[in-house]
């Protein structure tokens, strides 16, 4: 039979499997459809069969991915398949053939197409949605929900996703809000997955041969026999005080911890007798025959740590052909580097490690390093990469063997356990389809380890889809004008976010809330009190109790947002009163402490500052009890560095002499007076309490115990009804908010029916500081700016530090741009005082770590010069292209024909040598 299906199976060199045929067949019906498989497994066959009817059809199809490097690797799969006149790509900043009848792009621009109503999308038929499990990403996920809304009925959704555990309540959502979806869900790999534990020299089956499901025995004695070890090695005297040293483990310990910080940076040491170095566990993957493969390491640093150790170890994986095949690909991409970036980029080395089958992968790397190594790696030359987690949701990269040197990453706040999910998605690389016949993936034992703790994790699947969803400012101005504020709510109300609150929400809420009456009903009786109504005494006592909290908290939290908007107001150089604390007196700021992070969301920023004496030191909670404001300001002398006594002594000097000018230090700020009003409702309830008859009562606190148990148990159970209220509405409740901020700073008209021509601008600015960007133009923050400048003090508004990285004291470049950031500060805190009114989350800080950088950069210095201070080459470029996208957005955001110009400016300054070069970031 001659079928549409039939034409296109025919176009693949193998029979598609059940899950496939399945799904094509669901598109067949002019259904959506679902596909969540492992990875691998090609469920992108499923998209590549919406673009093949799209052809036949003569409507159009979208093929979406979450990031760019996706959009090209699909692009150019497409084209070699359709041809390059039938495919199109849109990436923000690269359009090609965009009327084609297939078009690769990124949600984002979809996102952006169905807000501008662009005549792009007349004809559309099909939109691929690949690696929708991104929905659950922070900051791209919400685009996903709002496509998937905002698409006009007649377009049927492909959503292809990694295996996820709640597939079906995901399909159910979006049958609810896209009509008929059907959901294809398959848990078969496509090429089986052996589980292995490496162990000094060895790679060892963690399950038993004879025994599938149980635990090799071998491993649990090695674990036994270790175990046996440390305790008796523990009673050893080490060192001149004779105590034994412990192992430290991180997480819960279930996977082992490192004994050191030397074990914890680099396991290339001789350490644990059972634990192997990486070139040991090389070595034996190469003896096994398990080559190629991924060995995933979660920091940067100890990504390139790893190839700078098998580099001076006798590791070499290929012959002298594989070799120069390498060096031809390295040089066909890096074809446009100058001598002097090469130098920049430590060339030489990548390129001594590449042709030994070795490189590492990861976001610090230049795109067009990426590229290198990407293809190496796919064309089989290249035996070995060492990569951070994020190439396991990136492209495709299968290997024949995953290695897992630790289960216990940081996550940004503790070392914590890998989750099954993560270790689904890292073991999802090994085993390539059509080539291999068994995947393998390793895991590097650690000292403690418990083997039987692996096997669980390596058994369990669970890798649930939760939606990232919320509104945002840009949004509101965008839903609100392209259907009304009143439809754009109702619109809201069926995320996927919203879907699930209200799913967590039902069950057996109303039976709990029965048995919680009950109980509340027997403390009460036993409350009884003969003298009188002891439930009134005890609301009474209660209520006191309640108002002097509420007391302390307002003072407390008035404070405190006052102390914050103070300090995030501070630039280096300003001289202030530490009001309080050990450190009182004048000191002068060296490092605002407001890089990067959301700190604000969860705490203030901690100025690093020289105090009189010459130390110079973090100010803290206790320091800094009050607001504070700039006296007078000093230069900070150029790379100032703490431990440097020449440049503390002469900053000590600059700071004594602005002292002398000034006049005498500031009284301690007396702390706000309890609000008159609660105070004499507390007088007043505390007089009714000492008259009421239940109050002489002998057994007055046995009585007090039942009833304050029982208005507990009411009071929680209020609360949980009012929780579950508020949550039942929770995304079209901080909808609202969002547009009465917006209101009233006049992006909306009155009552939020029309976006005003301010609101206009918003909508094409799609930062995540999007309201602060458009307070700034408004108040002309951005103007009379030069080039370098206007570059500078838009990297505060996109550019957040890395944990690692926000020690690290940084400077504007000019006296101009302290001037522009000190107002844009001031605007940031304004905005967040609006929010806070608002019980919205105010925005994070500016941070200036990006300044100094992308200052030289656009001035026209080379990448020599920009990495000069240790930023890695792929941060710098991703955060310059992020620069030249905000640039970009405002000069088209319809502002002021000046600044228009002078965004259009930092855009070409941005966009040059290795920021425009092809090997597109994410």
């Not at 199976?9 to 799904?23: E, H």
């Not at 004496?613 to 803290?620: A, D, M, P, Q, T």
């Not at 209101?743 to 029309?754: D, F, I, K, M, V």
Request: glycine share 8%; proline share 5%; charged share 25%.
């Amino acid at each position: 039979m001659d079928s549409a299906l039939t034409r296109f199976a025919a176009g693949y060199d193998f029979p598609l499997d059940d899950f496939q045929r399945r799904a094509c067949e669901y598109l067949d019906d002019e259904a959506g459809v679902l596909v969540a498989a492992p990875t691998g497994s090609g469920k992108t066959v499923v998209g590549e069969y919406a673009t093949f009817l799209a052809l036949e059809t003569g409507r159009k199809c979208f093929y979406t991915t979450p990031i760019k490097a996706l959009s090209n690797q699909k692009f150019h799969d497409l084209v070699d398949r359709y041809g390059a006149d039938q495919v199109g790509l849109l990436t923000g900043d690269l359009s090609v053939n965009s009327e084609a009848p297939i078009v690769v792009m990124t949600t984002e621009v979809l996102r952006n197409m169905i807000y501008a109503s662009s005549r792009t999308l007349e004809g559309l038929g099909w939109v691929v949605m690949d690696e929708v499990h991104y929905l659950a990403d922070r900051f791209r996920g919400p685009v996903w929900e709002e496509v998937i809304l905002g698409l006009a009925e007649s377009v049927r959704l492909v959503c292809l996703s990694a295996t996820v555990s709640n597939a079906e309540e995901f399909g159910e959502w979006l049958a609810e809000v896209r009509g008929d979806i059907r959901i294809v869900v398959s848990e078969t790999r496509p090429v089986p997955l052996t589980q292995h534990v490496a162990v000094s020299r060895r790679i060892i089956d963690l399950f038993a041969p004879d025994q599938p499901g149980d635990v090799n025995p071998e491993l649990v004695r090695i674990a036994r026999e270790e175990a046996r070890f440390q305790r008796d090695d523990s009673r050893r005297p080490r060192g001149r005080n004779g105590k034994g040293r412990r192992s430290v483990s991180y997480g819960s310990g279930r996977f082992g911890g490192a004994t050191s910080r030397q074990d914890r940076n680099g396991p290339e040491h001789r350490g644990p007798r059972n634990s192997p170095s990486r070139s040991q566990v090389v070595r034996s993957l190469r003896q096994a025959g398990l080559l190629p493969a991924i060995i995933f390491v979660f920091s940067r640093t100890g990504c390139d740590a790893a190839v700078s150790q098998l580099m001076n170890s006798d590791v070499v994986l290929t012959n002298g052909a594989e070799a120069d095949r390498l060096r031809e690909i390295a040089e066909r991409h890096g074809a446009g580097l100058s001598p002097e970036e090469r130098a920049a980029l430590g060339w030489d080395r990548f390129l001594a490690a590449f042709c030994r089958g070795i490189a590492a992968h990861h976001a610090g790397l230049l795109p067009v390093t990426k590229a290198i190594v990407e293809e190496g790696f796919v064309t089989g030359l290249l035996k070995v990469v060492v990569a951070t987690e994020t190439l396991a949701l990136g492209i495709n990269m299968p290997a024949r063997t995953v290695v897992i040197e630790r289960l216990v990453k940081y996550n940004g706040q503790t070392h914590a356990d890998i989750t099954p999910g993560e270790y689904t998605q890292l073991t999802g690389r090994a085993g390539r389809r059509g080539i291999d016949v068994q995947g393998h993936a390793v895991v590097c034992w650690q000292p403690g380890m418990d083997p039987r703790a692996v096997a669980g994790l390596a058994s369990r699947r669970t890798y649930p889809l939760r939606s990232a969803f919320a509104p945002t400012y840009n949004m509101a101005v965008n839903l609100v004008a392209s259907m009304g504020r009143q439809r754009a709510a109702r619109l809201l109300e069926h995320s996927f976010a919203q879907f699930q609150t209200d799913r967590r929400l039902g069950g057996s809420t109303a039976s709990h809330r029965r048995k919680d009456e009950e109980a509340i009903a027997e403390y009460l009786a036993a409350a009884h009190c003969d003298r009188g109504d002891f439930t009134e005494y005890a609301g009474m006592r209660e209520r006191v109790s309640q108002l002097e909290a509420e007391q302390a908290r307002l003072r407390r939290g008035a404070r405190d947002a006052e102390v914050a908007d103070s300090l995030s107001a501070l630039d280096p150089g300003d001289i202030i009163a530490v009001p309080s604390g050990p450190h009182r007196g004048w000191a002068v700021i060296v490092d605002p402490g407001t890089r990067g992070g959301h700190r604000d969301r969860g705490s203030r920023p901690h100025p690093l500052a020289m105090v009189e004496g010459r130390s110079v030191l973090r100010l803290g909670d206790g320091d800094i009890d009050s607001p504070v404001r700039r006296y007078a300001g000093v230069r900070i002398p150029a790379h100032f560095h703490p431990r440097d006594a020449a440049a503390r002594k002469i900053l000590g000097r600059s700071l004594d002499d602005a002292v002398a000018q000034l006049p005498e230090l500031p009284e301690r700020p007396a702390r706000a007076t309890v609000d008159a009003e609660l105070a004499d409702q507390i007088a007043d309830l505390r007089s009714r309490i000492r008259s009421h008859p239940c109050h002489s009562c002998p057994d007055r606190e046995t009585h007090a115990r039942f009833a304050e148990r029982g208005m507990a148990l009411r009071r929680s159970t209020d609360q949980a009804v009012q929780r579950d209220a508020r949550r039942s509405g929770s995304i079209a409740a901080r909808f609202d908010r969002i547009c009465l901020v917006l209101e009233a700073l006049g992006y909306l008209t009155e009552g939020g029916a029309e976006v005003t021509e301010q609101g206009r601008m918003l909508a094409r600015i799609y930062s995540e500081l999007d309201l602060v960007t458009a307070e700034a133009v408004r108040e002309g923050v951005l103007s009379g700016l030069d080039t370098p400048q206007l570059a500078a003090v838009l990297s505060t508004l996109v550019f957040e530090s890395r944990p690692a990285d926000r020690r690290r004291p940084s400077w504007l470049p000019d006296h101009t741009c302290e001037q522009a950031v000190t107002r844009l500060r001031s605007v940031r805190a304004r905005v967040g005082r609006l929010e806070r009114d608002h019980r919205l989350e105010r925005p994070r800080d500016l941070d200036v770590g990006f300044a100094e950088e992308i200052y030289a950069w656009a001035a026209g210095a080379g990448l020599e010069v920009v990495l000069a201070d240790g930023m890695s080459a792929g941060d710098f470029v991703r955060q310059a292209r992020q620069v030249a996208d905000l640039a970009g957005q405002i000069a088209a955001a319809g502002v002021d024909q000046e600044l228009a110009r002078g965004c259009r400016r930092v855009l070409n300054a941005v966009q040059r040598g290795v920021v425009s070069m092809s090997g597109e970031d994410d």
